[in-house]
């Protein structure tokens, strides 16, 4: 079994920033790709950034230049840092990994921009 913990959702206002922190641990033997998706009310989840193993990263255009996303493979935890944050990122964002093919997800976690 595969568990993924996020951390660091909250409030902000129009403009914040939020840093949030999704930590696998398990049988997370062969961890691969990890990555960020988001669901707001009403729609279907979407992609919002992943990250290779080794580094390589994928934005969605909708996020490109506000948020970053890196991880530390000695702590098996992926961050995603956001920056000039909009109402419209209000959502769930939810940890995803692959880990030998097999995709695992978080509980998620809220994200309120107000405006």
């Known amino acids: 079994q595969v568990q993924l913990v996020e951390s660091g959702g909250g409030l902000v206002q129009d403009g914040g920033s939020l840093r949030l922190s999704c930590a696998a641990s398990?049988?997370?033997?062969?961890?691969?790709?990890m990555g960020w998706y988001r669901q707001a009310p009403g729609k279907q989840r979407e992609l919002v950034a992943l990250i290779s193993r080794g580094g390589s990263t994928d934005y969605a255009d909708s996020v490109k230049g506000r948020f970053t996303i890196s991880r530390d493979n000695a702590k098996n935890t992926v961050y995603l840092q956001m920056n000039s944050l909009k109402p419209e990122d209000t959502a769930v964002y939810y940890c995803n990994a692959d880990v030998i093919g097999m995709e695992y997800w978080g509980r998620g976690t809220l994200v309120t921009v107000s405006s």
């Open positions: 398990g049988s997370i033997f062969g961890l691969n790709a």
